[in-house]
C-alpha cells in the first residue's frame, strides 16, 4: 500500500495531521515523519514516487520547491499538498506551475483537510487496476547470467522510465542480485521476511528492502540453500500482494530452481524470460524448460527467450537454438566481458557504469518494448517559427503564465 506521509519539524503539528488523516479514514497508510521538509526531500529512500506528502512548513524557500519537483519528476503531477500559515501569491503561483495538487492554510480546516484526502482516495481508486507489472527471469542451467540480466534490466527500467520497480531475488544458491546493482548492506533477506510473515505489513516490508537508488529497491536473496528451503508459495503470495499496489514494476531473479514456490510467482508473471546462451548444453536444458512451461499452461506470448553473452560467429546460431526450443529469440545481450566485469567489481550497473556500451543499448531496447516512451506532441507551425524567442516572451508577463493562469486560492487545486 503507498503510503501518506505527514511531515513537519513541529512534532505537535505533525500528531494534529496525523489525528485528522486517521479522521478521515484515508486508503493510504499514514505514516508521521518529524524532521525538517528541506532535510527530508534530501533524504534517499524516504519518499518515492507513489507517496503522497502533506509538508507543513512556515514557508516554503525556492530550494524547498526546487527539491520537491526533483522528488517528483513527472511533469505536472506533484502528489504533495502545501501546508503554511500565510502562503503567499507567488508560492501559490509556483505550485500551480509545479502541478502540486494543493496549498492549505495553517492551522488546517478538518473539513477542508478532509475533502483534500478524500480526492486523494478517488483517484487511488482509479489508478487501483494499475498494478504492478510482474516480469521473472528464469535460468534452464547455471551460470547463464539470469542476475546479471534481471538486476540491469530492473535498473534500467527504473531509470529510464522513473518507475519505481522491486527486485526479488529467488535464487536459492548465491542470492547476490542485491550486490550487482548497490554496495549497500541489504536490511534483510527474503528468507528473514518469510520467517515474519504472520507480522508482514507495508511498513515492515518497506523497512526490509534494500533502497539501493531512488526508484529501485531490492529484497537480498536468502544466500543459504537450508534458509532458502524454507520460503514457500504462501508467503511469496503475501509478499505479492503487499508489493504490487507499492510499485510499478516487480522483477524476480529466479535462478534454475522450479519449485512450487517459483511456480506461484510464474503463475502472476506478465513476462517470463528464460536466459540461456549458445551451447548445445544450454539447447537440451531449455528445450526442457520449454516443456515445463507449455505443461504449466503459460501462453508463448508470455515467454520471451533472452540470450546471454551473445557471439556472431558462436558454433550455435540462433536459428538452431530457436528450432530446438520451438521459440523465437526476443533478446541478445552481446559479450561484453570488459564492462559486466568493472560493473560487478564496483557493485554498479552497467548502465550506469557504461551508458553507451553494447549491454546497455540492448537493455534499452528490452525498455522501450516493454514500457514504450509516451509519443511527444507535434509542436504547431507558429511555435516552430517562434522557437524559444517566442515562448520566452510569452512566459515574461510579470503575475500570471504563459496561458494566462492566476494565482491558485488558498485551500483549493492547484
Avoid at 64 to 86: A, H, K, N, S, Y
Avoid at 161 to 173: I, M, P, T
Avoid at 280 to 297: C, D, K, T, V, W
Wanted: net charge negative.
Amino acid at each position: 500500500m503507498a503510503k501518506l506521509i505527514l511531515m513537519s519539524a513541529d512534532e505537535t503539528r505533525a500528531r494534529q495531521m496525523l489525528a485528522l488523516a486517521q479522521q478521515a479514514d484515508t486508503r493510504r497508510q499514514p505514516q508521521l515523519v518529524c524532521m525538517d521538509p528541506a532535510k527530508a526531500l534530501g533524504t534517499a529512500g524516504l519518499l518515492h514516487a507513489t507517496d503522497f506528502v502533506v509538508l507543513q512548513a512556515d514557508e516554503f524557500d525556492m530550494d524547498m520547491l526546487e527539491r520537491l519537483r526533483q522528488r517528483f519528476p513527472e511533469p505536472g503531477d506533484v502528489p504533495c499538498i502545501l501546508v503554511t500559515p500565510q502562503p503567499s501569491a507567488e508560492l501559490l503561483m509556483r505550485a500551480m506551475r509545479m502541478g502540486v495538487r494543493s496549498v492549505l492554510r495553517w492551522p488546517l480546516d478538518p473539513r477542508e483537510f478532509n475533502e483534500e484526502l478524500a480526492r486523494l482516495d478517488t483517484r487511488q481508486e482509479a489508478e487501483a487496476g494499475a498494478q504492478a507489472r510482474t516480469v521473472a527471469f528464469t535460468s534452464c542451467k547455471g551460470g547463464s547470467g539470469t542476475t546479471f540480466a534481471a538486476s540491469n534490466f530492473a535498473y534500467a527500467v527504473a531509470t529510464l522510465r522513473n518507475k519505481r520497480v522491486l527486485l526479488v531475488d529467488l535464487d536459492q544458491q548465491f542470492g547476490d542480485a542485491a550486490f550487482v546493482v548497490t554496495d549497500k548492506t541489504p536490511p534483510a533477506t527474503l528468507a528473514d521476511i518469510c520467517q515474519q510473515v504472520d507480522r508482514l505489513d507495508a511498513a515492515l516490508l518497506d523497512a526490509c528492502v534494500t533502497h539501493a537508488h531512488p526508484n529501485l529497491d531490492v529484497i537480498a536473496g536468502a544466500g543459504d540453500p537450508v534458509k532458502a528451503a524454507d520460503i514457500r508459495a504462501t508467503h511469496l503470495e503475501r509478499l505479492l500482494d503487499l508489493a504490487r499496489p507499492a510499485y510499478d514494476v516487480l522483477v524476480f531473479d529466479l535462478g534454475q530452481a522450479i519449485n512450487p514456490a517459483a511456480i506461484m510467482v510464474l503463475d502472476h508473471c506478465d513476462t517470463i524470460h528464460p536466459v540461456v546462451q549458445l551451447s548445445l548444453p544450454y539447447l537440451h536444458a531449455g528445450r526442457h524448460m520449454m516443456e515445463i512451461f507449455q505443461s504449466l499452461g503459460y501462453a508463448a506470448e508470455r515467454t520471451q527467450v533472452l540470450v546471454n553473452q551473445f557471439e556472431k560467429h558462436a558454433p550455435v546460431t540462433i536459428r538452431t537454438l530457436e528450432d530446438a526450443l520451438g521459440a523465437r529469440v526476443a533478446h541478445t545481450l552481446p559479450l561484453d566481458s570488459k564492462h559486466a566485469r568493472e560493473a560487478a567489481n564496483q557493485g554498479v550497473p552497467v548502465l550506469q557504469l557504461a551508458p553507451h556500451s553494447a549491454t546497455s543499448r540492448v537493455l534499452l531496447q528490452m525498455v522501450e518494448q516493454m514500457f514504450p516512451a509516451p509519443a511527444r506532441k507535434e509542436e504547431g507551425l507558429l511555435a516552430r517559427l517562434l522557437g524559444p524567442r517566442g515562448q520566452s516572451g510569452q512566459s515574461g508577463q510579470s503575475g500570471q503564465s504563459s496561458d494566462g493562469a492566476r494565482p491558485l486560492p488558498v485551500g483549493r487545486h492547484a
